[in-house]
T-cell receptor, first 112, second 114 residues
Framework: GEDVEQSLFLSVREGDSSVINCTYT??????LYWYKQEPGAGLQLLTY?????DMKQDQRLTVLLNKKDKHLSLRIADTQTGDSAIYFC????????????FGTGTRLTVIP | DGGITQSPKYLFRKEGQNVTLSCEQN?????MYWYRQDPGQGLRLIYY???????QKGDIAEGYSVSREKKESFPLTVTSAQKNPTAFYLC?????????????FGNGTRLTVT
């Protein structure tokens, strides 16, 4: 089955860049997503990238996709304390049902 | 997400009791999903429904049941057969049950069974 892996923890200083990494095994992945979860809340979609793209930038967020290595990353520029949360990557493949496979999540802690 | 309401936010039950978690949406989305979240394990799909009166098992459906009698509602029942029911449960919706329709999540229900 599909396997999506992430590091569990990341700490950065306020103002630095954060890079959260994700690897996946399914080469037929079509869309790859980044979600953010704040404490006690649901998941919020941050951004997504289609598998034929290498990069997508949206304000402070940059998504990089290396399809050959099945590696996805999320870079947050000028990280703020409000960015502290759990970040999930997720991937889906081309089927009739919307079925995302989630990573374990990376808990980002921003140190003031 | 204000369009998806999960209630209650916290739920406590004794072992051996069935319990039903509510999920209501006003987004007019066709598809609805239930996920379970445990620390360090990400999200796992319990059940999903693409249209009214139809639903499919996800990866961990044993010990759970659902119904989809209305487009707006997708309640999840955690039965006494679920061996380890204490978890954070998330309901989600999407506008089309296809791969390029992102999920929208409710704020979750934390169930504690003692």
């Amino acid at each position: 089955g599909e396997d999506v892996e992430q590091s569990l923890f990341l700490s950065v200083r306020e103002g630095d860049s954060s890079v959260i990494n994700c690897t996946y095994t399914d080469s037929s992945s079509t869309y790859l997503y980044w979600y953010k979860q704040e404490p006690g809340a649901g998941l919020q979609l941050l951004t997504y990238i289609f598998s034929n793209m290498d990069m997508k930038q949206d304000q402070r967020l940059t998504v990089l996709l290396n399809k050959k290595d099945k590696h996805l990353s999320l870079r947050i520029a000028d990280t703020q304390t409000g960015d502290s949360a759990i970040y999930f990557c997720a991937e889906t493949y081309q089927t009739g049902a919307n079925n995302l496979f989630f990573g374990t999540g990376t808990r980002l802690t921003v140190i003031p | 997400d204000g369009g998806i309401t999960q209630s209650p936010k916290y739920l406590f039950r004794k072992e051996g009791q069935n319990v039903t978690l509510s999920c209501e949406q006003n987004l007019n989305h066709d598809a609805m999903y239930w996920y379970r979240q445990d620390p360090g394990q990400g999200l796992r799909l319990i059940y999903y429904s693409q249209i009214v009166n139809d639903f499919q098992k996800g990866d961990i459906a044993e010990g759970y049941s659902v119904s989809r009698e209305k487009k707006e509602s997708f309640p999840l029942t955690v039965t006494s057969a679920q061996k380890n029911p204490t978890a954070f449960y998330l309901c989600a919706t999407s506008s089309r049950s296809s791969y390029n329709s992102p999920l929208h999540f409710g704020n979750g229900t934390r169930l504690t069974v003692t």
